[in-house]
């Protein structure tokens, strides 16, 4: 169960403590979908991934699965992992580079160490969210946009690094196109730093991936998703060396049903996806011959 506190009265909306999940090689933190907060702006999905040492001759191995209404996000903080997916992508992703894979109608991809990663001792951490689609743009056609680091947009300064995934923040605009109002920036903080957030951003949640970090004379530590208020600003004190991810947008178009890897704003269509699925119907991926069975439940 995710573990949930009450915020105090002002600028904290609420407080999500992930459940934490092992995977095999290495421990997710799930942050959303929470019980008290389904989504933040369009994000609905939301998991840190380690840090963990992958021992040589191991590897990350999700096999061919598939998606419908969303976008998957996927950003390192350390190590690399390797995308395909059914329209013919093959790109390895890189800390501070973002694969971004829009499903709309229908997609299946996987995530996998390469062979040349596998002889050796690696670190690897991240994130992986996933953002809704608007309701006009869930059947859309599938597809998939790598950004690398020179392409995204950098601030620093004053102890801060920091880097616009997705939308307008610090001066800067991110080149990705996203089908609705969204914000991700990675933030790096080394102790004593500030980092202002502003209120321009109708929903803005702020993950801790890694540190410890004070807003208003409240301590929090990593692995905290604090949920802030609409229209209140804050600044953010790195009590450590802190790594922060901001994320939020417009507020979504309506709620959006989530079973398995499947969002759409019908429940009627995630069935359509559940036995499209199970028929084999989804387009495969070039180069894999497995793939994850629809779950019984």
Do not use: C
Request: aromatic share 8%; glycine share 10%.
């Amino acid at each position: 169960m995710t573990t949930e506190q009450d915020a105090p009265d002002g600028w904290l909306e609420t407080v999500v403590v992930p459940r934490t999940s092992d995977i095999g090689n290495f421990e997710v933190r799930r942050a959303l979908p929470s019980v008290r907060k389904r989504m933040v702006g369009p994000f609905v999905f939301f998991d840190q991934m380690g840090p963990a040492i992958l021992k040589a001759g191991t590897g990350i191995d999700v096999r061919p699965h598939p998606h419908i209404g969303l976008a998957t996000v996927t950003y390192l903080f350390d190590g690399e992992i390797l995308h395909r997916d059914s329209l013919g992508t093959v790109v390895p992703i890189r800390p501070g580079e973002v694969n971004w894979m829009t499903a709309g109608r229908g997609i299946a991809h996987s995530e996998r160490s390469a062979t040349d990663e596998r002889g050796r001792d690696r670190l690897l951490s991240g994130i992986q969210s996933w953002v809704a689609l608007p309701k006009t743009h869930e059947e859309i056609d599938p597809a998939f946009v790598h950004l690398g680091t020179d392409e995204l947009p950098t601030v620093e300064g004053e102890g801060k690094r920091l880097r616009v995934v997705a939308g307008d923040a610090y001066g800067v605009r991110s080149p990705m196109q996203a089908l609705w109002d969204t914000l991700y920036v990675d933030a790096a903080l080394d102790a004593g730093a500030k980092l202002p957030i502003d209120a321009d951003t109708e929903e803005r949640a702020l993950y801790i991936a890694g540190g410890t970090v004070t807003i208003f004379g409240d301590r929090f530590e990593a692995g905290q998703l604090l949920v802030l208020r609409p229209g209140e600003p804050a600044t953010v004190i790195a009590e450590t060396d802190a790594r922060l991810i901001l994320l939020g947008g417009a507020a979504m178009d309506g709620p959006r049903h989530i079973w398995w890897n499947f969002v759409s704003s019908s429940q009627d269509r995630i069935e359509q996806a559940k036995a499209d699925w199970k028929a084999g119907k989804f387009d495969v991926v070039p180069g894999e011959t497995e793939f994850i069975p629809l779950p019984d439940r």
